[in-house]
């Protein structure tokens, strides 16, 4: 499979814990980024990478998330402290650097806080 | 006003009818528009791009209006699969990679 890949698909986690997810992109894309989505709503844009470089974070929701690429490869996306509105699919997506770049993206990582 | 709006449906069409549905943006420097569809908990997929001339793909032709800042989609001779909830999909003015997502247009399709 040489699409984009996401680990796990499934997360359930107590109040208070921290998280990581884990995205892998398709092998030839420069760019990734990840979002947030919640049931009724489009993905929300939460961070961007070009290569190792994180290009875009102020769309982050708090200081709780963040995010690396450390090699320009896979990614994680980290929430510390989860709170119940933590609570959404959290989605991959990656592309080419073109101007009209199409983002393809990985199934998700569905998060549930107790 | 939110950034990107669609009218979130459902939209309930017999199988084998056209559809349109419509999506405004308020952004006037945006350059970038695309259609993705979601099925239900699945990642949205890429169905077309739009480009300024219009484009077709199929069934499917993507209209842009820049000066009313909306973009259209429509759907001929539609079939019980095209059942799902489509997303308009714009960027933020000069930025190619930040899109801002609507929150879709469910669609279902009745035999």
């Known amino acids: 499979d040489t699409g984009v890949s996401q680990d796990p698909r499934h997360k359930i986690t107590k109040r208070g814990q921290n998280v990581t997810f884990r995205c892998d992109p398709i092998?030839?894309?420069?760019?990734l980024y990840w979002y947030r989505q919640t049931l009724g709503q489009g993905p929300e844009f939460l961070t961007y990478f070009q290569n190792e470089a994180q290009l875009e974070k102020s769309r982050l929701l708090s200081d709780r998330f963040s995010a690396e690429r450390p090699k320009g490869s896979f990614s994680t996306l980290e929430i510390q402290r989860t709170e119940q509105g933590d609570s959404a699919m959290y989605l991959c997506?990656?592309?080419?650097?073109?101007?009209?770049?199409?983002?393809?993206f990985g199934a998700g990582t569905r998060l549930s806080v107790l | 006003r939110k950034e990107v709006e669609q009218d979130p449906g459902p939209f309930n069409v017999p199988e084998g009818a056209t559809v349109a549905f419509n999506c405004t943006y308020s952004?006037?420097?945006?350059?970038?528009f695309f259609w993705y569809r979601q099925d239900c908990r699945k990642e949205p997929k890429l169905l077309m791009s739009?480009?300024?001339?219009?484009n077709e793909d199929g069934r499917f032709t993507a209209q842009l209006n820049r000066a009313s800042q909306y973009i259209s989609l429509l759907i001929r001779d539609s079939k019980l699969s095209d059942s799902a909830t489509y997303l308009c999909v714009v960027n933020i003015g000069d930025s190619n990679y930040q899109l801002i997502w609507g929150a879709g247009t469910k669609l279902i399709i009745k035999p």
């Open positions: 739009v480009y300024s001339s219009g």
């Open positions: 092998s030839e894309h420069n760019r």
């Open positions: 952004n006037s420097a945006s350059q970038s």
């Open positions: 997506a990656s592309s080419l650097a073109d101007w009209l770049a199409v983002q393809y």
